[in-house]
């Protein structure tokens, strides 16, 4: 039996889209734009923020790093002087000043002029300052007057407690030999040899490096 | 697509749809890598940031130490030179050797020192060796001015040989010794890593800064010392005992009075300055003491001089009492004045009860006819009358110079050669008139220019002297 379908074209079931790829179509339309709208949203929402935040820090830095170099610049001039400074007084520590112990010396030996307790004077001294260690030994052949060798020990006594004392690291011990000459008054006196070994003013570099 | 059946069609959109969708997640992979990217170097450039902050916030300290380092560069270079600069030395010590009178017989370089290491000190030392002949005196005076030197030299060795025996030379009284002596001295060999950096408002900031630049500059400089000389102890480099049947200088008694005496003398003026302390002198009294401890102070420098000069005090014994307890406290009052003014020294000027005093003691020595004396009251006090305009004793000062003025008027008058010969005291009105020098002169006649005859009485006569009148009596 031959069936006429009188309807238009549209209505016709077999020409209308069918359900399945419309929803298919829908549902492929959903996630395109999604997608689209995601990589939008990364490109220019997250990667464009990055971007201008990049500019401005970019330009932060620039202007940052000319203070920055103009600091370095600084701590070169600071550095330079620092390390003259610095070697100046590395210098400066390790010098005796020698006028003022000769003088403190004098004193002690002059005694305020009190020659009851000792009257010394020396033949000689020599002073020499070891390079290595920076220690210095002063050897003083010397006489006091007198026959009474409480004289040495009484200037020995003085040297102990003078200005300098506390940079002696070691002494000879009081000693002497009667001496006569008879064109003095008195003739009589006590020959000795005075050794002082001083501290050296700094550290020697090799004890510290050890140290270390 | 009408060609397509619905299976294919559905696999059509379904992928075409995929394939974008795969495009775009491509691309937000892509993206996330370009974000990761992007962060790190966002990150590096915040570390950059923070890092140069961190130096930002370091400049304001960093400038002031390299300004107050960079002021006190010229006493660094002073003090360790980076050249040796070894022709200035030796001048330098040429002055030091004329100023101390030591005699020099050699001055030779030392071994050159070697390089320092990489790691060594920045610094290369320069040694020299000195033999001279000196007293000690001369030789302590040497070695201070050259530790004193403004560039860094350090004495390392030395040696003084006695030169002993009847005739060893002698300079101002004292024994000449051989001494040898080696010192050294040092050039910077840190090397410099760039030119001075401009700060900006660099002289402001220097200004703000200026007692700092001070204190460094005091904290860098190295130890110096500073002798003073024999100060009447003797050379311990000298056998003190006496020669057998020989003495220098006078018997020991005859020392030992000259001391007691000048020790007296300067007890005497001792008790002088100790008067002036009192809180109760009239300024009249400060100025008498004052004036006479100024002339014993003055005599007694002289007499001592004398003494020194005549190598007087030559016993070993008395030397240094001698410089102790006469010549350094004679020194000491000398350089003080003795004068221990109890008000102080902040106010130069006389205080308004002084100044009262003053003008009321020149009236009555006035009055008294003692014109000298108030003359001399003034001129001894006159430089604390100097007060400026806006000071409350100003009028009294002004008082007191106007009185000395009369006073000076009335001493000039004193001396004018004026001889009464009569006087004619007309009772009845008319003038009266005087026989002065030979003529005649009438009330109101000018004598010179500056003398007028002004009134004339039987005991005594007025007279007109630059404005004051003034009475002489018959």
Known sequence: MIRINLLPVEYRRGNRISPKLLATAFGSALAVAASIGWFGIVYFGELGELERQDVAVTAELAQKKKKGEYYDKLEANRLDYSSRVQTIQDIGRSRRVWSKFVDELVDVVNNNGDAERHLAWFDAMTVRTDQRTRGTQITLPGLVQGNELSKIANLHRDIEAAPFAADIASKSPPAGKVESDKTRVPPESFRFQLQLNLKPMVEPASTTRRGK | MARLNEKQKLFAVGGVALGICAVACGGVYWAQGLIDEMKATLERKRQDIAAAEAKIAKIPATEKEVIILRENLDEYVKILPADQGLNDL??????????????????????????????????????????????????????????????????????????????????????????????????????????????????????????????????????????????????????????????????????????????????????????????????FDVFTFERELKEGIEKLELAVNEVNQKQQISAASLRLRWVKEVCEPLADMKSTGGTKDPR?????????????????SMRQLSTDGDLEAADARFEAISPRLLVPEADPRYALAVTAKALHVRVKTAMEFKTLDLKIQGVLVNHDGGR???????????????????????????????????????????
């Open chain 2, 432 to 474: 009266s008139g005087v026989l002065l020098n030979g003529e005649t002169y009438e009330e109101g006649d000018y004598i010179n220019d500056e003398l007028m005859l002004r009134r004339v009485e039987e005991e005594q006569v007025w007279f007109v002297f630059r404005g004051l009148t003034l009475i002489r009596t018959l």
């Open chain 2, 90 to 283: 030796t001048t330098m010590m040429n002055q030091f050797q004329q100023s101390s009178g030591i005699q020099v017989t050699a001055f030779t370089p030392g071994k050159p020192a070697k390089a320092p290491g990489k790691n060594g000190p920045k610094f290369s030392r320069i040694e020299y060796q000195y033999d001279m002949n000196a007293t000690l005196w001369q030789f302590l005076k040497f070695i201070n001015s050259i530790e004193n030197y403004e560039r860094f030299v350090s004495i390392t060795d030395f040696s003084i040989q006695h030169a002993g025996g009847r005739d060893a030379e002698t300079r101002d009284g004292d024994q000449v010794h051989q001494i040898r002596l080696t010192m050294e001295t040092y050039t910077y060999d840190g090397k410099s890593t760039g030119q001075d950096v401009e700060i900006p408002d660099y002289g402001d900031k220097k200004q703000e800064l200026r007692e700092e630049i001070f204190k460094r500059l005091q904290a860098i400089r190295i130890d110096k010392y500073d002798h003073r000389g024999s100060r009447g102890r003797r050379d311990i480099f000298v056998d003190p005992r006496e020669r057998e049947g020989r003495s220098d200088g006078p018997p020991i008694e005859e020392q030992r009075a000259i001391m007691d005496r000048y020790l007296g003398e300067l007890q005497r003026l001792r008790g002088i300055a100790q008067k002036l302390r009192k809180p109760d002198l009239t300024i």
């Open chain 2, 344 to 360: 102080g020294q902040s106010d130069p000027y006389l205080s308004a009860a002084e100044m009262q005093q003053l003008i009321d």
